[in-house]
T-cell receptor, first 112, second 111 residues
Framework: QKEVEQNSGPLSVPEGAIASLNCTYSDRVSQSFFWYRQYSGKSPELIMSIYSNGDKEDGRFTAQLNKASQYVSLLIRDSQPSDSATYLCAVMPYTGGFKTIFGAGTRLFVKA | SQTIHQWPATLVQPVGSPLSLECTVEGTSNPNLYWYRQAAGRGLQLLFYSVGIGQISSEVPQNLSASRPQDRQFILSSKKLLLSDSGFYLC??????????FGPGTRLTVL
């Protein structure tokens, strides 16, 4: 059983719409959660971190965490073609741990 | 903030040849360092991680090895490359308790 699950997509949204990316994780005691963006041929880039239940907003990005349901999501408002990329969800089982568990990623296409 | 360097950026090697990929980190000390491989269209596979000089943990048994001769230097090696070693190799660094950051990567093609 995979530890971090993401829909592989592709998720296609029109420019200006809200893109919603979801992720579930299996380890109930996980403490730290991250979203990375990876453009084709490039390395992953950290865009959001979230550690407590609720929402965290940064510009057009909002990360949402629900530990009881073991899911974390990323909302991208006013989606732009430049947001087209693969988004990786990552979970650190405990604070200060050595390993971060990555999902396989969701491909997002924003149509102009 | 830390900066992660990897070289070379791209590499084409014949089957059976040796490999050495280098990663160096600036702007931090005593980081946890990681080597990942990403096959085309696939997720990240953790290969090795290191919590200090000379300390290497292997995640996947294969013909690759890693070394950490200095605090901010991490090397990935192979004595004989296989076709299946082709991929995008990423070095990552984690300082403190939270986020992991990635270097620019090395794209390896084994022919």
């Amino acid at each position: 059983q995979k530890e971090v699950e993401q829909n592989s997509g592709p998720l296609s949204v029109p420019e200006g719409a809200i893109a919603s990316l979801n992720c579930t994780y299996s380890d109930r005691v996980s403490q730290s959660f991250f979203w990375y963006r990876q453009y084709s041929g490039k390395s992953p880039e950290l865009i959001m971190s979230i550690y407590s239940n609720g929402d965290k907003e940064d510009g057009r990005f909002t990360a949402q965490l629900n530990k009881a349901s073991q899911y974390v999501s990323l909302l991208i408002r006013d989606s732009q073609p430049s947001d087209s990329a693969t988004y990786l969800c990552a979970v650190m089982p405990y604070t200060g741990g050595f390993k971060t568990i990555f999902g396989a990623g969701t491909r997002l296409f924003v149509k102009a | 903030s830390q900066t992660i360097h990897q070289w070379p950026a791209t590499l084409v090697q014949p089957v059976g040849s040796p490999l050495s990929l280098e990663c160096t980190v600036e702007g931090t000390s005593n980081p946890n360092l990681y080597w990942y491989r990403q096959a085309a269209g696939r997720g990240l596979q953790l290969l090795f991680y290191s919590v200090g000089i000379g300390q290497i943990s292997s995640e996947v048994p294969q013909n690759l090895s890693a070394s950490r001769p200095q605090d901010r230097q991490f090397i990935l090696s192979s004595k004989k490359l296989l076709l299946s070693d082709s991929g995008f190799y990423l070095c990552a660094s984690k300082s403190g308790v939270h986020e992991q950051f990635f270097g620019p990567g090395t794209r390896l093609t084994v022919l």
